[in-house]
């Protein structure tokens, strides 16, 4: 019985229960987006860091990108450095392993190809310590030269095909989302990459200015040894002409630092955004408790008790922001994923979102805190409407 009058009080005042539930949902919906927003860029920037697994990242001195870019985005790099710069590298005392990479980039050129340009990386089988990593989780084994294995975020074309550069490569495997560059990289042996680079007529006058592929490298990964600081490594390999090192401390530092000034923003809008929910809906329930007067007066004439009353109307307010919170949410991570699209697009910010438990979890926890603010601003209108005199309530028509 009780249930069924809250719902009819709900459904007989269709604007007031609207503009309520629009209030809580829009407030709902920022807070989603806003938290878990800074929990995905802040899982990324750690996933990307350990999926990494090198200690220094050495890039050609001129290069137009920040170490940033290079470790966080999947955009192209077209970057290069005589290969001869990694024999010398590997001799600094300290430097325990040293692998080069070769970028080159897809394009979408054709009907064919990929439908964006992504990062193509070409690893050595020989001395690489990071997608021998990747492909020992992925697929087991090494890549043939007529195979990839690709991030999260790229599509295949044509099932377990890709066309790079005009030829086409099987998909050996396709890697779990890492929050950082891999997501949209294409990983081939160093060989193959420098080969379609070379005959690619895309790519013709990059390699007019650079020199022959087979002579060049983008990136030198470091692990260095435990006795020796990677800040001194990377400071004795930054003082090579043509050379710039940057360590995995420096970056996470660097990263960590923006991400204060982020983070304080996002919990300052956080208390807002809460402040406006319980304000909101503060004058919501004492405004409705002065509409709900004579009708409150009348049950209580009828014999319904103060306790009832009471329960009756935060009931109607449990109703109405559980289904506004539940709205909410879906509006929050829907402006998740456009956020993500945009940081990706525009941003150097490593993005990983939270998986399916994780997020379950978080809106269950923003449901429940969405529910408690409703419930505190909701009880005290609610005890001043199960103490009213019903003989005022329906003599006077109002509150006191």
């Not at 650079?210 to 001194?232: C, R, Y």
């Not at 979890?361 to 409703?374: H, N």
């Amino acid at each position: 019985m009780l249930l069924k009058l809250v719902w009819r009080n709900l459904v007989r005042r269709p604007w007031q229960s609207s503009l309520t539930i629009f209030v809580v949902a829009a407030c709902s919906g920022a807070l989603v987006s806003s938290l878990l927003m800074l929990w995905s860029i802040e899982n990324g920037a750690k996933s990307a860091l350990n999926q990494w697994g090198a200690d220094i990242l050495v890039l050609p001195a001129q290069a137009e990108y920040s170490p940033e870019e290079v470790l966080f985005t999947g955009s192209p790099a077209n970057i290069y450095m005589k290969a001869q710069v990694l024999e010398e590298i590997s001799e600094i005392d300290g430097v325990e392993k040293a692998t080069p990479q070769f970028f080159s980039q897809t394009l979408n050129q054709s009907c064919c190809s990929l439908p964006d340009e992504y990062r193509l990386v070409g690893y050595d089988p020989a001395s690489d310590f990071l997608v021998n990593g990747l492909l020992a989780q992925g697929i087991g084994r090494e890549l043939n030269q007529e195979e990839v294995i690709i991030g999260s975020e790229i599509p295949a074309f044509l099932g377990d095909r890709v066309v790079i550069l005009g030829q086409p490569f099987d998909v050996a495997g396709y890697l779990k989302p890492k929050g950082g560059s891999i997501d949209r990289t294409i990983f081939v042996p160093i060989a193959t990459a420098r080969q379609v680079a070379f005959q690619s007529p895309y790519l013709q006058e990059i390699w007019h200015g650079a020199g022959n592929p087979q002579d060049l490298i983008s990136a030198v990964l470091i692990k260095t040894s435990e006795s020796v600081s990677p800040e001194i490594i990377g400071q004795t390999i930054s003082n090579i002409p043509g050379l710039k090192a940057v360590t995995a401390g420096k970056l996470m530092q660097d990263l960590q630092e923006q991400l204060v000034a982020f983070r304080s923003v996002i919990w300052v809008l956080v208390l807002i955004i809460g402040a406006i929910t319980l304000a909101s809906l503060c004058t919501r329930y004492s405004s409705l408790m002065l509409e709900k007067r004579e009708e409150v007066g009348l049950l209580r004439i009828l014999g319904a008790r103060r306790n009832q009353v009471f329960k009756m109307i935060l009931a109607e307010s449990f109703i109405t922001v559980l289904t506004a919170s539940f709205l909410g949410s879906l509006f929050g991570l829907g402006l998740l994923i456009h956020f993500k699209l945009m940081l990706k697009e525009y941003s150097s910010f490593p993005f990983l979102m939270p998986n399916l438990s994780q997020i379950v979890i978080a809106l269950s926890g923003l449901i429940l805190a969405t529910l408690v603010i409703s419930l505190l601003a909701a009880l005290w209108p609610a005890r001043r409407s199960a103490f009213i005199d019903p003989v005022l309530a329906l003599s006077e028509g109002q509150l006191r």
